[in-house]
Each structure stands twice: as structure tokens, then as C-alpha cells.
């Protein structure tokens, strides 16, 4: 059973970095994408972008230009930067694997989710 | 972009009866890629149903889904107290998830 568990500041400055790290265990890691999803009340959920263990990203267009994900397979952690936050960049962030194998593109397995707020 | 709809907003059902609740695509979807979830307060969604129709693993069988094209239905039938909560469904394509706005399913 693949857990996941997000970890980082639950509070950001306006045009700040929102930075988060979700750690891995139950799973090899080369078998599953790693996405960064988000839910708030004005967007309801919204997919951020994934990370595959060798470093291959794809993201979200309408995110593209603000986000960063990378992966450390040597820690079984993934991580998103998000730049330039504003207010409506808060919301529960979430992480979650699809598996690579038998490809339904679907979100198999979620962590709990970080409420990060953005606020001076 | 292919935009998802969810209908109802809300659906005020009593334990036992059978929720039917829609989703619609904005196009055509091929169907292996459009799945549901349920979320329950304070939980993150749980995959349901994935290709459309497929139970995923540990997902009861009162859970079905059905649909093609750009008409979706998943069905609850008899409703118990965990099943009352907000459902997604969520599709995958040219590169892209893309969730829908969510049915309520609460008790009447």
C-alpha cells in the first residue's frame, strides 16, 4: 500500500515561494507518476503537475509558468515550488501517485493533504 | 479544453435509496480515462471507479459506473452513512486532469 505524507510551512507571504515536500514508503518509486493536486473552495481540485523518477515533468498550462517539480529518488521524496503565491494560491495541497503500469490516468493513492495559506 | 459538469450540485437522499449522479463532458472522452471519487470530510478523494466502469480496489459493489461519449452516470445503490459525502468525477487527456465541480450527496 503506497502512503504519502506532505510536509512544509502552512504559511506564505504574498510573492513568496510555496514549498512542499511529500514523502513515499509502501512503493517503489519508479512505478508511479508523482502529482501535486490542490483543492480550495473558489476551484475546487485542481491538478498542479506530476514528476516520473527520472526527473520528466508535465504540468498544468495554466501553472506552467509559476511551478517547479522535482524528485529525489535517493530519499523516495517529490517536491513543488510554486512562485509568486498570491491569495488565491491557498488551499489543501495534496499528493498523490498514479500507477505507470496498465495507464487508466487516475489517482490511486492520496496523502492526508497541507492547508498552506498565503498571507503577510 | 475539455470542461467537466456535474449534476446535480446537491442530491438529498435518505440511507438505503440509489444516488444516480451525471457527469458531462464539454467533448467526447474515450472512456478508458474518465474516473470518479468520493470525498469525505476531511479526507482527500478516494479513486472509485476508473475507465469509466472498472471498480477500483476495495470499492464496494454498490458502486457502478457508465457512460460514453461525453455522458457519465455513477450509481450508489443503497446508500450507507460513509457514502454521503461530495463525488468527482475526473478525466485524463492530451497531457491534462481535469477534474469536475463535484456532486453533494447528503442526507435528507
Known amino acids: 500500500q503506497v502512503q504519502l505524507q506532505e510536509s512544509g510551512p502552512g504559511l506564505v507571504k504574498p510573492s513568496e515561494i510555496l514549498s512542499l515536500t511529500c514523502t513515499v514508503s509502501?512503493?517503489?518509486?519508479?512505478?508511479?507518476?508523482w502529482s501535486w493536486i490542490r483543492q480550495s473552495p473558489g476551484k475546487g481540485l485542481e491538478w498542479i503537475g506530476y514528476v516520473d523518477y527520472t526527473g520528466t515533468t508535465n504540468y498544468n498550462p495554466s501553472l506552467e509558468s509559476r511551478v517547479t517539480i522535482s524528485i529525489d529518488t535517493s530519499k523516495n521524496q517529490f517536491s513543488l515550488n510554486l512562485r509568486s503565491v498570491g491569495a488565491t494560491d491557498t488551499a489543501i495541497y495534496y499528493c498523490?501517485?498514479?500507477?505507470?503500469?496498465?495507464?487508466?490516468?487516475?489517482?490511486?493513492?492520496w496523502g492526508q493533504g497541507t492547508l498552506v495559506a498565503v498571507s503577510s | 479544453e475539455i470542461v467537466l459538469t456535474q449534476s446535480p450540485g446537491t442530491l438529498s437522499l435518505s440511507p438505503g435509496e440509489t444516488a444516480t449522479l451525471s457527469c458531462r463532458a464539454s467533448e467526447s472522452l474515450p472512456s478508458n480515462y474518465l474516473a470518479w471519487y468520493r470525498q469525505k470530510p476531511g479526507h482527500p478523494p478516494r479513486l472509485l471507479i476508473f475507465g469509466a466502469s472498472a471498480r477500483a480496489t476495495g470499492s464496494p459493489d454498490r458502486f457502478s459506473g457508465d457512460g460514453s461519449g461525453t455522458d457519465f452516470t455513477l450509481t450508489i445503490s443503497g446508500l450507507e452513512p460513509e457514502d454521503f459525502a461530495v463525488y468527482y468525477c475526473q478525466y485524463y487527456g492530451s497531457s491534462v486532469f481535469t477534474f469536475g465541480p463535484g456532486t453533494t450527496v447528503d442526507i435528507k
Open positions: 498523490a501517485s498514479s500507477y505507470r503500469n496498465n495507464w487508466h490516468g487516475t489517482f490511486d493513492f
Open positions: 509502501g512503493a517503489s518509486i519508479r512505478s508511479y507518476y
